[in-house]
């Protein structure tokens, strides 16, 4: 039987039969798995993006900017490692699956940072499974929809929403990200 304090002191699971090589293997095994493991104890925060905007980078960049969604994306996953929390994106086009996956989200998130897109203005569906989260939902546009047409002056989900951020182009992301960390760790 292996004596636990024989073991190698920098690997918990390293043996001082091992080669170095292998202790060097091991030590980084039991690194990703120390990784992975606090990975899943940080607080999720999901992001859904709504219909359309899977083509940022692409669409109306003049309102919407040139940074793609895989680019906004990546931002947000590294901010929330830097801050602590785990970031799951998910954009659909369709109304139906964004309602699904909200109604899926019930108390498995600590936060939610929604676009959701033209659904804002017309979503009755979306608002109800909204109702649906007792965690902080902040309300994202990059662009400032009330200095847009006047249907976009609508929200169907302002007055359940958190906050709003409206017009500070990617960027408001980072910004919600960094609103919900501090509501999460006041
Ligand atoms: C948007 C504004 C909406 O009016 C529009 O339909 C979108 C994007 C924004 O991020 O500025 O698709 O939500």
């Known amino acids: 039987m292996e004596n636990k304090d024989d073991r190698h002191p920098s690997s918990p699971s390293a043996t001082p039969r091992q080669g170095k090589a292998q202790r060097q293997k091991q030590i980084k095994k039991d690194g990703e798995v120390n990784k992975m493991e606090k990975s899943k104890n940080r607080p999720r925060i999901l992001v859904i993006h709504g219909p359309n905007l899977n083509m940022l980078g692409k669409r109306e960049a003049d309102i919407y900017g040139k940074s793609t969604l895989n680019e906004i994306n990546a931002d947000l ?9 785990f970031v799951e994106a998910f954009q659909s086009n369709h109304e139906g699956a964004i309602v699904e996956k909200i109604q899926q989200a019930v108390e498995k998130y600590s936060g939610l940072i929604i676009n959701p897109a033209a659904l804002t203005h017309t979503s009755i569906a979306i608002r109800d499974a909204l109702l649906l989260l007792d965690i902080p939902i902040i309300e994202l546009h990059i662009s400032n929809i009330y200095k847009r047409e006047p249907f976009r002056h609508k929200s169907m ?3 359940v929403a958190t906050a709003i951020i409206t017009g500070f182009g990617a960027y408001g992301y980072a910004m919600a990200l960094d609103a919900i960390a501090g509501i999460i760790h006041p």
């Open 77 to 85: 996953i590294k901010r929330g490692e830097k801050a602590g929390l």
């Open 157 to 159: 989900i302002s007055d």
